[in-house]
């Protein structure tokens, strides 16, 4: 199965980009999990954590509002402002 | 030594202390140039995400958003003019409210009233002296913009264009600013930031086209989420361009002060020492004379 590519953009930076095997959200209406292969999808996101499960342990930081996006297993978090001290690997940035 | 010898250096020093004040200034403006091309740069990849997202939601859902329609009978259109809060950086301010003028003349032939909110400092001052009307300035971050500003701007701006002309708010935005095309070119650019055209819709190539997003909760409420932190994005945008190209303005014009301090000093020195040789030559005339004159008295 193959991986998501994820991205977590703040407003003023890049935080965080990886390989991902699951990503979890909290949306409007409640809890959002993206497996690969997940069909695309523009959700709105709430005040709340986000986890991004990697090979390596899961990331956690918690987003004030933004959104996401999926289309072809690459993933997209925007939000305004991202408290990355959950963040257990530093950001990979190219 | 004469005066006119003292005169000229005098003023050739004072030049020098000149100098080492703008050589200063052009170098920390030099520095602080590349930080804020770098800020420009790394809110890219929220800009594109959130240009990428706008642009499919408005491709997929024909939903008629108030931010998206435009209003037949517009009569008041605000405008916001970013300028920068200090000045010594040659015709940046000037350029940018020269812009302004002329954007007003064209909003007045269209019958419309320019409701001007202002960012800098030498914005808020240029209207205020002129005694002229405007809605809200914002000052003190012009050379380094925060996003918490940029927030507020667009909110304030947002409000207001919500309101509408026919409860004192405004029909329209537009945004004047000065973009950072190189160290050596900044132009001054005028964009109309609402009722909203997705001007980058154009950039988005046949190679990636849009898939058929599922929208959750649904397109319409998506698009509001969305277009707010859009109009965020370009003023946010817009605020870091104009810090970049101001500090660019600033490093240039204090780099020629620079130059002609130099030029400057060069000249006083040469008159100095044309003053010096003057007074020598005299004195020798007099003591020839006088040596003469003491010759024929014998």
Redesign the interface.
Known sequence: MSALQVELVAADRKVWQGEASSVSARSIDGDLGILPGHTPLLGVLVTGDVRIVTASGTQTVTIDGGFLSVDHDRVVIVADNVDAAGLTTPAETH | MGAQQREYRKRSRSVQSTKKITRAMELIAASRVVKARQ?VE??T??AR??T??VS??ASYSDADHPLTTERPDATRAGVLVVTSDRGLAGAYSASVLKRAEQLRETLQAEGKEMVPFLAGRKAEGYFRFRGREYAKAWTGFSDRPD?ESA?EIAETLLAEFLKGSQEGGVDEIHIVYTRFVSMVTQEVQVVRMLPLEVVEAAEVTTEDI????????SPA??LD??LP?YI??RV?NALLQSAASELAARQRAMKSATDNAEELIKTYTRLANQARQAEITQEISEIVGGASALADAK
């Open positions: 800020r790394e809110t990849p929220y995400a959130i990428r997202a499919a939601v996003f927030k849009f898939p058929l997003y599922e929208f959750e909760p409420e998506a989420a969305l932190r965020v994005s946010w």
